[in-house]
């Protein structure tokens, strides 16, 4: 596919429109395995577009982790506070 064309958000729309223009499809065909490389590597594409949308989703607070984040951080330091061993008996 030429890379100063403008491709859209879906790969498997763009293989066939460059099937369709560049080789008469569906009048005229590629080799079976030719039409199978091509549709693997759009599923392919498809598949890291979907995961490079996924990756940069926002992702909301949730206020009850927080709080019970929060206060397992306080707890944790209080240990060291009340754990004191520098005394000798």
Known sequence: MNSTTA???DPLRDTVLWLS???C????RLAAKA???????AAA???EEAELQRR???KSRD???????????MRRS????KCDNSAKV
């Open 7 to 9: 491709l859209s958000a």
């Open 21 to 23: 223009a560049h080789t």
């Open 25 to 28: 499809f569906p009048a005229s």
């Open 35 to 41: 039409e199978t490389l091509l549709c693997f590597a």
């Open 45 to 47: 594409a498809a598949a």
């Open 56 to 58: 940069f989703l926002i």
């Open 63 to 73: 206020p009850a982790q927080t709080s019970a984040l929060r206060a397992h951080a």
């Open 78 to 81: 209080q240990v060291h506070f």
